[in-house]
């Protein structure tokens, strides 16, 4: 099969084409032909040497978490999932081979049918991002008579944070450059900050619950987010290596925080799935790249400003999947 892999780790030019055999499905593993790959922050650190690659097992690599694509080969003859059959997912790269390649090897806990009202290209840039989005507000327990702010909302995380978060009935702010201002908007976002004419700290106070995409990676963000929640307020973290001192901070301000890490588990995206269908949910894609530019996705991503998802184009679509 056809994959994008890297030898070593380094720069985007590390991904390169390459022929590899087919991945072997066990136990209750999948066999899903990929037709699109979505591109996520946490697979160019990677690819940089950051974040997971030290459990990278061996060279050469295929990096990626999410796939949209048809299954080709079921666990067993009953199995919900049967070849032909429409899906996503999310898998386990880089500790197994990942979905920048045509065939990924998947287990049946991390994948659901695909939304009907969605294109591959669409799906694949859904799983990761909005499972990350769903885990953080739900354990801050957005909901009705709740104040939540989201930074960076309209990244890939941050734009369904934004709407998981409306649509639980949290009142949400969401900060973003000026030209996202009207995209959040739209999004669902009670109110948005333009961070480039206005300091969130500046004028917010008592929000009850941060959905911190940020850290302290720009202009200390994180600390200042500290300052205005409520007393006991709380403050989910998803990038936990950008801010060590994190805890600490919050208690000396009054505070909680915890990081937060994304499972794969089909169940939650059958939620999604069933929000995507029935149009309360959308997933923004910002850019579309073949395979064989896997480079340039990753400069794109590690570029920031992207507003939603950026995604690999693997395979043809076989329009006649169910």
Same mark, same amino acid.
């Given at each position: 099969?056809?994959?994008?892999?890297?030898?070593?780790?380094?720069?985007?030019?590390?991904?390169?084409? *390459?022929?590899?055999?087919?991945?072997? *499905?066990?136990?209750?593993?999948?066999?899903?032909?990929?037709?699109?790959?979505?591109?996520?922050?946490?697979?160019?650190?990677?690819?940089?040497?950051?974040?997971?690659?030290?459990?990278?097992?061996?060279?050469?690599?295929?990096?990626?978490? @999410? +796939?949209?694509?048809?299954?080709?080969?079921?666990?067993?003859?009953?199995? %919900?999932?049967?070849?032909?059959? *429409?899906?996503?997912?999310?898998?386990?790269?880089?500790?197994?081979?990942?979905?920048?390649?045509?065939?990924?090897?998947?287990?049946?806990?991390?994948?659901?049918?695909?939304?009907?009202?969605?294109?591959?290209?669409?799906? *694949?840039?859904?799983?990761?991002?909005?499972? #990350? =989005?769903?885990?953080?507000? #739900?354990?801050?327990?957005?909901?009705?008579?709740?104040?939540?702010?989201?930074?960076?909302?309209?990244?890939?995380?941050?734009? +369904?944070?934004?709407?998981?978060?409306?649509?639980?009935?949290?009142?949400?702010?969401?900060? %973003?450059?000026?030209?996202?201002?009207?995209?959040?908007?739209?999004?669902?976002?009670?109110?948005?900050?333009?961070?480039?004419?206005?300091?969130?700290?500046?004028?917010?106070?008592?929000?009850?619950?941060?959905?911190?995409?940020?850290?302290?990676?720009?202009?200390n963000t994180g600390t200042r987010s500290l300052t205005v929640l409520r007393p006991d307020g709380l403050l989910v973290n998803a990038p936990t290596g950008s801010w060590p001192t994190m805890l600490a901070e919050?208690?000396?301000?009054?505070?909680?925080?915890?990081?937060?890490?994304?499972?794969?588990?089909?169940?939650?995206? @059958? #939620?999604?799935?069933?929000?995507?269908?029935?149009?309360?949910?959308?997933?923004?894609?910002?850019?579309?790249?073949?395979?064989? @530019?896997?480079?340039?996705?990753?400069?794109?991503?590690?570029?920031?400003?992207?507003? %939603?998802?950026?995604?690999?184009?693997?395979?043809?679509? @076989?329009?006649? =999947?169910a």
């Amino acid at each position: 099969m056809r994959a994008l892999v890297i030898d070593s780790t380094g720069g985007p030019d590390e991904l390169h084409l *390459a022929e590899l055999p087919l991945p072997a *499905a066990v136990s209750d593993e999948l066999l899903i032909r990929v037709v699109a790959a979505g591109v996520n922050p946490i697979d160019a650190k990677t690819r940089a040497g950051t974040g997971p690659a030290a459990v990278i097992p061996a060279y050469p690599a295929v990096l990626g978490n @999410d +796939f949209s694509g048809v299954v080709v080969r079921s666990p067993y003859e009953s199995f %919900g999932l049967q070849p032909g059959d *429409a899906v996503y997912g999310m898998a386990r790269a880089p500790r197994i081979a990942g979905t920048y390649a045509e065939y990924v090897a998947v287990s049946a806990m991390s994948v659901s049918r695909k939304p009907a009202a969605v294109s591959h290209i669409e799906a *694949a840039g859904i799983p990761l991002a909005a499972m #990350t =989005a769903w885990g953080m507000v #739900t354990l801050a327990q957005a909901g009705p008579g709740q104040r939540m702010l989201v930074h960076a909302g309209s990244g890939g995380v941050g734009h +369904f944070a934004v709407q998981f978060a409306r649509h639980l009935g949290a009142h949400v702010i969401a900060t %973003g450059s000026t030209a996202s201002v009207g995209f959040l908007t739209r999004l669902g976002a009670h109110e948005v900050i333009d961070y480039s004419t206005t300091r969130f700290d500046d004028t917010l106070r008592d929000i009850d619950s941060v959905i911190d995409l940020i850290g302290n990676v720009h202009d200390n963000t994180g600390t200042r987010s500290l300052t205005v929640l409520r007393p006991d307020g709380l403050l989910v973290n998803a990038p936990t290596g950008s801010w060590p001192t994190m805890l600490a901070e919050a208690t000396a301000a009054g505070v909680r925080a915890t990081g937060y890490k994304v499972s794969a588990d089909a169940r939650v995206l @059958d #939620t999604i799935t069933a929000l995507i269908d029935n149009g309360t949910v959308r997933v923004n894609i910002d850019q579309v790249f073949d395979l064989a @530019d896997g480079a340039a996705a990753h400069r794109a991503i590690e570029g920031g400003h992207t507003r %939603g998802k950026i995604v690999l184009r693997v395979t043809e679509a @076989d329009e006649s =999947a169910a």
